[in-house]
């Protein structure tokens, strides 16, 4: 008689588990959705690679949302090898043997509560007449992580492509002269709508401009779209409030703080050697806080070469830089390689960084670097001085703290300009050593406005 018993209290111990599984597993993604729900503290992320056949700059957000942050990085990386892989086809099949280029910037075009939209813009330049441009626009639906695909956004039972199309030729109507010259022949395709951006008032359709490439932006309302779209992302987009997160960060209050421009120490020693310490392509959150606090042991100034998106994003960092003495430089808006611009893109990648430096930082750099060490360019306005490196190798990429010493003090003579990158995780400890062995061997370590 005892096995049914334990047999009955197996089933009540069972059962009872079950109900407290099934009880947590209910809580758990209300949890979830709460917590993925508030608004993303953006981070940005920027990748650069440079070599002799190719260079690569690519610059994408991170949020706190790891499933979001895959797909990102997933697609950053799908990018990449595509690019090697149309860059290697071209040079075999090409006598002209020059450089490549692979440059993907992004911008956030919306987030609030539900929702994070992103569009990245890409370019690529593997050595033919034209450069190949294109774009990618992500809807994230912060509930489940997902980047909702344009079937997934409208409802099943309307081919929303004619309607979208109609409403769009109607919007490109509205300026004949354009629409006749250049989108009278748009097809009504789903390729052609598939970069469409949800906002809290309607939707953006990306269209590329196919005379000049450019990006036209045709915005539909709510009231009209609302039909075409799944009725539960309508009922949330009524819910929610508008919040551009990308303009909240370039609207971070700006804090006064006492710079130390001071960069001359009046008691040097002028028949010292001395070399200029820089860095490229910062702010970083963490690196460069500590490359500071290693120049502020060994009590050496350096110079900053700094991309102005990256400023826009850490104003706090690139402030600090100024606050503790150090000279900072303009490194463009968003690294591209400037010979494939022109002249108004030119002006705007270094005006832009120019006035960003200067309302975060209070400094007006007087002093350039352009991007993979080209040299300066007359279609910009020349009012900077461009400053190059004389050491630097893309091997210390993967080499040892030590490696790296050896080969900056085997090159290292009175004015040499030392680059090494905020972006590089061997860089602090290089920073380091390097200081304790130029120190050993009688150098000064000077900003570049000191040489």
């Not at 006749?180 to 598939?194: D, V």
């Not at 494939?340 to 007087?366: K, M, N, Y």
Request: aromatic share 10%; net charge negative.
């Amino acid at each position: 008689m005892k096995q049914p018993i334990i047999y009955t209290l197996l089933f009540v111990l069972l059962t009872a588990s079950g109900c407290s599984f099934i009880a947590n597993a209910n809580e758990q993604p209300e949890k979830k959705v709460s917590d993925e729900s508030s608004f993303y503290d953006v981070k940005m992320e920027t990748k650069i690679e440079e070599y002799d056949a190719y260079h690569i700059t690519i610059h994408y957000p991170q949020t706190s949302n790891n499933q979001i942050d895959q797909t990102i990085v997933d697609y950053v990386n799908q990018q990449k090898a595509r690019f090697k892989k149309e860059s290697y086809r071209s040079k075999r099949s090409s006598e002209v043997q020059g450089s490549h280029e692979l440059h993907i910037d992004f911008e956030v075009i919306h987030q609030n509560a539900r929702f994070f939209v992103v569009r990245f813009i890409e370019t690529m330049d593997i050595g033919g007449e034209e450069l190949i441009t294109d774009q990618t626009v992500m809807n994230f639906d912060k509930k489940i992580g997902k980047n909702l695909n344009i079937g997934e956004l409208f409802k099943d039972n309307i081919y929303y492509v004619d309607r979208l199309h109609e409403w769009t030729i109607e919007k490109l109507e509205e300026n004949e002269s354009e629409y006749e010259q250049t989108f009278k022949g748009l097809e009504a395709t789903p390729e052609t709508y598939e970069n469409i951006a949800l906002l809290n008032d309607g939707i953006m359709v990306y269209l590329e401009n196919p005379e000049n490439k450019e990006t036209v932006e045709v915005f539909l309302e709510l009231d009209k779209v609302s039909s075409l779209l799944r009725s539960s992302y309508v009922k949330a987009i009524d819910q929610l409030t508008e919040k551009d997160q990308e303009a909240d960060i370039v609207k971070e209050s700006i804090s006064s703080g006492e710079m130390n421009n001071s960069f001359i120490d009046k008691n040097l020693n002028s028949n010292e050697k001395k070399v200029a310490l820089t860095f490229d392509d910062g702010p970083h959150p963490k690196v460069t806080t500590k490359i500071l606090d290693i120049l502020d042991q060994h009590e050496v100034k350096a110079s900053f070469f700094m991309i102005g998106k990256r400023v826009s994003y850490y104003p706090n960092i690139a402030r600090e830089v100024g606050i503790r003495g150090h000279e900072i430089g303009n490194h463009t808006w968003n690294h591209p390689r400037l010979n494939r611009l022109r002249a108004a893109e030119i002006d705007h990648q270094i005006s832009s960084t120019q006035r960003i430096i200067e309302q975060v930082t209070g400094q007006h750099p007087d002093l350039v670097r352009l991007p993979f060490g080209e040299p300066a360019s007359i279609a910009y306005n020349g009012d900077l001085n461009a400053v190059p490196w004389t050491i630097y190798s893309e091997k210390w990429r993967e080499q040892e703290p030590v490696t790296i010493v050896q080969d900056i003090l085997s090159q290292a003579e009175d004015g040499s300009i030392i680059l090494l990158h905020d972006l590089e995780n061997y860089t602090v400890e290089t920073v380091d050593f390097l200081l304790e062995r130029l120190n050993s061997e009688g150098y000064q370590v000077v900003p570049v406005g000191e040489l």
